[in-house]
T-cell receptor, first 116, second 112 residues
Framework: GAVVSQHPSWVICKSGTSVKIECRSL??????MFWYRQFPKQSLMLMAT?????????EQGVEKDKFLINHASLTLSTLTVTSAHPEDSSFYIC????????????FGPGTRLTVL | AQRVTQPEKLLSVFKGAPVELKCNYS??????LFWYVQYSRQRLQLLLR??SRESIKGFTADLNKGETSFHLKKPFAQEEDSAMYYC??????????????FGKGTKLSVKP
């Protein structure tokens, strides 16, 4: 089946630094990838839709200058949390659409970000 | 507004008992509904979608437009069914998974 990887799986950084998270579709090309955020014991909240070769579409309330998304190729999307603060600590999950009959979303394992 | 409601945070049943995880939705158009499952220490994965009317791992879910519900059912729960279950809605047609709106999830615990 289709596999989506994320790197790193966890990261700890100091407040004010920037952190980049990679999302890769390993065995298929994904024209669309999604970035979600999940707080402890809460559901996934869609942050943005990443389309290859174009600007990401952000959900209401998500700061695009804070969460930079780049989808430079059909297998890679990156999320950069700029000037991270403790409130940005969360679990970030990406998914990629396979483009099959149902355009099924395949999810990455997630990245745990802790900002000190 | 689009919304998915899973009223139960935790559902605990004994092995062999029937299980029903509730999901209600709010959507003005014709929605596509999905159930996702997340086993311990594993990634989120699709369990089933309403458009395909399939039974996966003994689970079924019927879309009831009158009650705006998409409850997940299994007649005889197994211990390996213990996981977090998320109901999700997509506003795109044709079963495609565009922007997904997730419910808050229900943790199913199946006791031996």
């Amino acid at each position: 089946g289709a596999v989506v990887s994320q790197h790193p799986s966890w990261v700890i950084c100091k407040s004010g630094t920037s952190v980049k998270i990679e999302c890769r579709s390993l065995d298929f090309q994904a024209t669309t990838m999604f970035w979600y955020r999940q707080f402890p014991k809460q559901s996934l909240m869609l942050m943005a839709t990443s389309n290859e070769g174009s600007k990401a579409t952000y959900e209401q309330g998500v700061e695009k200058d804070k969460f930079l998304i780049n989808h430079a190729s059909l297998t890679l999307s990156t999320l950069t949390v700029t000037s991270a603060h403790p409130e940005d600590s969360s679990f970030y999950i990406c998914s990629a659409v396979s483009g099959g009959a149902y355009n099924e979303q395949f999810f990455g394992p997630g990245t745990r970000l802790t900002v000190l | 507004a689009q919304r998915v409601t899973q009223p139960e945070k935790l559902l605990s049943v004994f092995k062999g008992a029937p299980v029903e995880l509730k999901c209600n939705y709010s959507y003005s158009g014709s929605p596509e509904l999905f159930w996702y499952v997340q086993y311990s220490r594993q990634r989120l994965q699709l369990l089933l979608r309403h458009i395909s009317r399939e039974s996966i791992k003994g689970f079924t879910a019927d879309l009831n437009k009158g009650e705006t519900s998409f409850h997940l059912k299994k007649p005889f729960a197994q211990e390996e069914d213990s996981a977090m279950y998320y109901c999700a809605l997509s506003g795109q047609e044709g079963g495609s998974q565009g922007n997904l709106i997730f419910g808050k999830g229900t943790k199913l615990s199946v006791k031996p």
